[in-house]
T-cell receptor, first 112, second 116 residues
């Protein structure tokens, strides 16, 4: 059964730092992996979607990489800003299914 | 504006009183899904639908029903709610899927349900 883990659960950094969030999954047979952002009391906003055939995706200051063989994805945030403070979630769609499995998220706080 | 809407946003009810949470999307998406989010457990998928009249169970379907009679709507039904269904519920939709290719999921704002 697919399990998705995100470490650390919480992270606090000063403004301007480059940082990496991690997402691990136990079954490497996936169709895709999606990173989301969730602000307190709000829904989820899609950040990046990586198909299984891709190694990385970029959007602005965000870069997500995917290493299926090792069961890992990283979300790199460059030059962090207080507005980046939120919970970041990853979700995978395992091959042969139409279901998504989510990690429990990393709560990020960027200090001004 | 392209969006997923949910109603109500907040609901307090009593054990056993049937309720329906509505979900609607205006993007002509084929895939729709319901999740619940609980502290320490993250988001767990309840049900999903690949198209009209096509639904299937997610990881936590017990106590819930869904229907997909129209493409834009995917209501979540709790026939006899219990306190362990107190949670934050999200509806999501995604464009047409083609085999192993899937697209971004778009989420609604959430419905906070409390069952006493």
């Amino acid at each position: 059964k697919q399990e998705v883990t995100q470490i650390p659960a919480a992270l606090s950094v000063p403004e301007g730092e480059n940082l990496v969030l991690n997402c691990s999954f136990t079954d490497s047979a996936i169709y895709n992996l999606q990173w989301f952002r969730q602000d307190p009391g709000k829904g989820l906003t899609s950040l990046l979607l990586i198909q299984s055939s891709q190694r990385e995706q970029t959007s602005g200051r965000l870069n997500a990489s995917l290493d299926k063989s090792s069961g890992r994805s990283t979300l790199y945030i460059a030059a962090s800003q207080p507005g980046d403070s939120a919970t970041y979630l990853c979700a995978v769609r395992t091959s042969g299914t139409y279901k998504y499995i989510f990690g429990t998220g990393t709560r990020l706080k960027v200090l001004a | 504006e392209a969006q997923v809407t949910q109603n109500p946003r907040y609901l307090i009810t009593v054990t056993g009183k049937k309720l329906t949470v509505t979900c609607s999307q205006n993007m002509n998406h084929e895939y729709m899904s319901w999740y619940r989010q609980d502290p320490g457990l993250g988001l767990r998928q309840i049900y999903y639908s690949m198209n009209v009249e096509v639904t299937d169970k997610g990881d936590v379907p017990e106590g819930y029903k869904v229907s997909r009679k129209e493409k834009r709507n995917f209501p979540l039904i709790l026939e006899s709610p219990s306190p362990n269904q107190t949670s934050l519920y999200f509806c999501a939709s995604s464009p047409r899927w083609g085999g192993y290719i899937s697209y971004e999921q778009y989420f609604g704002p959430g419905t906070r349900l409390t069952v006493t």
